[in-house]
């Protein structure tokens, strides 16, 4: 029950950075903090105490194998969102820089104050 609280109080502090920071990078480092916390999430969703591989073996009984295999679709689907949140991240960094290399600044409210 700690580890659900926890993984509610990252998905929040990752909220706050993204809702209330003015940084670009800030805000990025608060979508990653909320990415990770929904992953953690599904992992532990997905976790069972004492569990085997999901791979039925001719050895293993089918009753066995129901009561004991870990479901593979959170790690599934953890391993996926990981591979589009790198890719997101080094989307978001590359419009940070380029938004620096025009502006000057990564403060949101002194952008859009100026034109060019």
């Given at each position: 029950?700690?580890?659900y609280i926890?993984?509610?109080?990252?998905?929040?502090i990752?909220l706050y950075?993204?809702?209330?920071?003015?940084?670009?990078?800030?805000?990025?480092?608060?979508m990653?903090?909320?990415?990770?916390?929904?992953n953690?999430?599904?992992?532990?969703?997905?976790?069972k105490?004492?569990?085997?591989?999901?791979?039925l073996?001719e050895?293993?009984?089918?009753?066995?194998?129901?009561?004991?295999?870990?479901?593979?679709?959170?790690q599934?689907?953890v391993?996926t969102?990981?591979?589009?949140d790198?890719?997101f991240v080094a989307?978001?960094?590359?419009?940070?820089i380029?938004?620096?290399?025009k502006y000057?600044?990564?403060?949101?409210?002194k952008?859009?104050r100026l034109?060019?």
């Amino acid at each position: 029950m700690i580890l659900y609280i926890l993984i509610a109080l990252m998905f929040f502090i990752g909220l706050y950075g993204m809702i209330a920071k003015k940084n670009i990078i800030k805000i990025i480092i608060g979508m990653n903090i909320v990415g990770y916390a929904s992953n953690l999430l599904f992992v532990l969703l997905g976790y069972k105490w004492d569990g085997i591989a999901p791979i039925l073996t001719e050895d293993m009984s089918f009753a066995y194998f129901l009561e004991k295999a870990v479901d593979p679709l959170p790690q599934a689907l953890v391993l996926t969102s990981i591979v589009i949140d790198l890719a997101f991240v080094a989307f978001l960094a590359a419009l940070a820089i380029r938004l620096f290399e025009k502006y000057g600044t990564f403060d949101i409210d002194k952008i859009r104050r100026l034109k060019g």
